[in-house]
């Protein structure tokens, strides 16, 4: 229960922390500032792809088990492949350097690296049991971030680098702590196994165009911003700025939701089988359809208010895209959970195609949408392309399994609420609102608790019916 707990609290407290902090941000750093940080994270997110660097964690949660036969060959590995990758991601960074010539630049690579090193430490706790360890690694980092950040603004030093100083430092001091006392083993490289070395290439190869399929579909949207639109880093930060509020509503969201899965739903899988298994699931995306109806709704009432708290008059804009970011979290999330069922049949291949076709989309789209509607238009080719994945993936499941995981009746609803939504915010005129913070806050609430109580009452007996059935 206290590693759950833990858990819990390292799902929530980074994104609630960033979302809190976004006054002071947004008070403190200009949008073209902030536009040019957000491009350079997402750059050097499909970098890591590039470098193989991304996939080294992943091999990590799949064979460096101390209970494996072959543990200390595996190391050898593990490590060879961190010093293949990191020189290949020094040298890619070079070159992007000459190009962009910005120190920030090298910060969030540096940054962006040690993460990855530190996230290779917690997948190492994982596999071999540790849970503890790993929650209490990640909260200390979120601890000393939170601490630089209080620290930086009582020094009234706070700018774009203090972003990235607290997650620096904690990723440095545990490196150089872990590295010297594992030295002389990491120098240390005798000659590794090939044949197993090919075993796990093949492994996690793959893995990284899944993980570029994503980060196209991620950094399309901004590479064509940055491409097509004058003065491109203002608008990425007025865009990203918005994501980062919206699509974590979604991420946290469905980060708690998948707290259960592995533990619950897997086991149904390997004890009852999949027709079992996809009983289960469509009662849990059902609940996931209900709770993310109301958030929606929440959110279509009170957006206005959030940013009007959230953010300074220059990021608060009087745009009128939200609706696309949120709806299209809703339904990335609809996709991860019908991906479910391709994951137990091992037909990984067919997320990974529909996730490239999608990112596809996206860019092409964007080439007709953002010079016409600016970055309204990548919110909502962002949308179309989420739209269309789920499109697939129900019909792929229903090709293969030759099941429904929600029936057409089911879909027809819901594909009107999301239509409704969208039009409602289309025609409903907002404006930027003037009153103080206190009292848009308490209206917010007023408003959260009418709505959301009167939606509840309505869904009381489905909730109920589907509790019930989930025990």
Known sequence: MKN???????????????????????????????GEYTFFNN??????????????????????????????????IVVFLNYLSIILFIIITFFVFLIFKSKLLILVALNLACSNLINQIGRFCIVNGKIKENNLLKLSNVII????????????????????????????????????????????????DKRLLKEVLKYGIPFIFINLSGGILNFGDRYIIKLLLQNPEYWIGIYSIQYTIYSQIFNLFL?????????????????????????????WIKLYII???????????????????????NYNLNINFIMYIVTGGFLFGIYRLFGEVLNMLKLTNYLNISIWMSGIINIVLNYFFVPKLGIKGAAITTFISYFILVIIIYLVIEKKVQKRILNYREIGLLLFFIISIILIDEIW???????????????????????????????????ISILENLK
């Open 145 to 192: 971030y939170m601490v630089s950040l209080i620290f930086l603004i009582r020094l009234q030093l706070f700018n774009i680098y203090a972003l990235l100083l607290g997650n620096l430092l904690y990723s440095l001091v545990v490196l150089i702590y872990l590295g010297s006392k594992n030295l002389k083993r990491i120098l240390n490289l005798r000659k590794v």
């Open 429 to 463: 005129v907002r404006e930027v609102l003037e009153e103080r913070k206190v009292e848009i806050i308490i209206k917010g609430i007023m408003e959260i608790g009418i709505m959301g109580g009167i939606y509840l009452v309505i869904q009381k007996r489905r909730i």
């Open 4 to 34: 759950l707990i833990l858990g819990v609290i390292n799902y929530i407290s980074l994104p609630l922390i960033n979302i809190i902090m976004l006054p002071k941000i947004t008070k403190s750093i200009e949008p073209s500032i902030y």
């Open 255 to 283: 980060q708690l939701y998948y707290l259960y899965i592995p533990s619950k739903l897997y086991i149904v899988f390997e004890k009852e089988g999949l027709e079992k298994f996809i009983e289960k699931l469509k009662i």
């Open 291 to 313: 709770l993310g109806v109301l958030i929606i709704i929440l959110i279509e009432i009170t957006y206005p208010k959030i940013n009007s708290i959230l953010l300074s008059s």
């Open 43 to 76: 750059l050097f997110s499909m970098i890591l792809i590039f470098s193989f660097l991304d996939i080294v964690p992943i091999i990590i949660q799949r064979y460096l088990n101390r209970q494996f036969s072959n543990y200390r060959e595996i190391k050898k």
